[in-house]
């Protein structure tokens, strides 16, 4: 097929030209004199999209999943109760890690289409009075379900509370993309993966920790070699690494740290917004709903619901094998319900005005009721009326 596969899925996401050129390069000694000048600075400008001052930045070449075990085994100790909201896939995969890990996991079921149920969460805190619960494991942006839960919210609940649990942020979908504040929101650990916001390729956990956080590691007696945050630590403080690192993925990480802060955080967040909003007004001039109820919709990832005598796989499928456009499918419990369009990275409002035509028409193909053009016109029309 002629042209290019178009990349709607919520990660991997699109890797600019800059990113992929600054990472082909010859490979080099990571014992060199020169590599803290390649490493230090990294660690220092992640602090700036974490947001962060009093907190430390870490990088590990493995994956987002991979920074969740980061968090808690050097954190937390073998028997610790965690408490986890399942509202989708990746709360679900996290609360099944945890198990795995040797964790007393506490699951509140959650309906699928909303996020971290505050009240509940203050209540529960409230009434956990010898303060067991150790941590709260709270997924920032459900990509499955394409829903954003309120992370200040949860601090605040917390500190309502009074309660010490420290408070980990799987942000994997959301840092580098959506409005993040380690510091301000009283964040303890905040997990992200390369393949997100910050545009690489799939292949490093990100992470960034409180002194809180850190202290916790001198309590905790879980077995760790590979992600010992100690040996990290005791290594970047020269500019150096534990262990071989991804040199390629760094220096694309670079440069991706170079293109989100000359963008501007906070022009980063709008951005986000602003193609999300577009893709929602879309998605209701087709007369569809989005999995995400009133006041849960994510800016990176939108989950379309389509109608009961419809399979959403089908349209996968038709936009993947005729137009050689690539949605995210409904994972597990939304499996066939709902189709996902992917509006993270690099990403301007000509990429989603290809990415809805090209649903438009699958949906066509596939016998849905809705008028050919429709979304695109929405979408035009609130970009246009937006556009600075």
């Known amino acids: 097929m002629a042209g290019r596969n178009h990349l709607f899925v919520p990660g991997p996401t699109n890797t600019p030209h800059e990113i992929l050129s600054a990472m082909h390069v010859p490979m080099e000694d990571h014992r060199s004199p020169i590599f803290p000048k390649l490493l230090s600075p990294i660690l220092e400008d992640l602090k700036k999209v974490f947001r962060t001052e009093a907190g430390q930045c870490f990088v590990f070449p493995a994956t987002g999943t991979a920074g969740w075990e980061v968090a808690m085994t050097n954190c937390l100790n073998q028997g610790d109760k965690v408490l986890i909201y399942r509202f989708g896939q990746f709360g679900h995969l996290w609360a099944e890690a945890s198990r795995k890990l040797g964790f007393d996991v506490e699951i509140h079921q959650v309906e699928w289409g909303k996020g971290m149920p505050l009240d509940h969460l203050e209540a529960r805190l409230k009434e956990d009075k010898n303060h067991e619960i150790k941590a709260i494991l709270a997924t920032h942006n459900e990509t499955s379900t394409g829903v954003t839960s309120d992370i200040p919210g949860v601090r605040k609940a917390l500190d309502a ?14 840092i580098g993309s959506i409005d993040f504040r380690q510091d301000e929101w009283g964040v303890d650990a905040s997990i992200a993966g390369s393949q997100k916001g910050f545009m ?22 879980f077995p760790r070699s590979f992600f010992s945050l100690k040996d990290m630590a005791a290594s970047n403080k020269d500019g150096y690494t534990p262990y071989t690192p991804s040199t390629p993925m760094l220096y694309g990480l670079r440069k991706a740290l170079e293109l989100l802060l000359e963008e ?7 951005r986000h917004h602003r193609l999300g909003e577009g893709v929602r007004r879309a998605v209701a001039a087709w007369g569809l709903q989005t999995c995400a109820q009133a006041g849960w919709d994510s800016d990176t990832v939108t989950a379309i619901v389509v109608p009961a005598d419809k399979d959403a796989r ?16 409904g994972l597990s419990e939304v499996a066939g319900k ?20 090209g649903v ?22 609130y970009y246009r009326s937006t556009a600075k």
Do not use: W
């Not at 690489?200 to 007696?221: T, V």
């Not at 501007?264 to 709008?270: K, Q, R, S």
């Not at 089908?314 to 499918?329: D, E, F, M, P, R």
């Open 360 to 381: 438009e028409m699958a949906m066509l193909d596939n016998g849905f009721d809705i008028k050919p053009g429709s979304g695109v016109a929405a979408a035009i029309e």
């Open 161 to 174: 509370a009074s309660h010490p649990a420290l408070l980990f942020v799987d942000g994997v979908s959301s």
């Open 200 to 221: 690489l390729p799939a292949g490093l956990a990100i992470l960034g920790f409180s002194q809180k956080a850190l202290a916790a590691i001198d309590n905790s007696n």
């Open 264 to 270: 501007g955080m906070e022009n980063v967040y709008a």
């Open 314 to 329: 089908h349209v996968i499928s038709t936009a993947y094998s005729k137009y050689n456009i690539s949605l995210g499918a």
């Open 338 to 357: 709902v189709f996902r369009i992917g509006h993270v990275g690099d990403m301007n409002d000509v990429s989603l005005l290809g990415a809805i035509a």
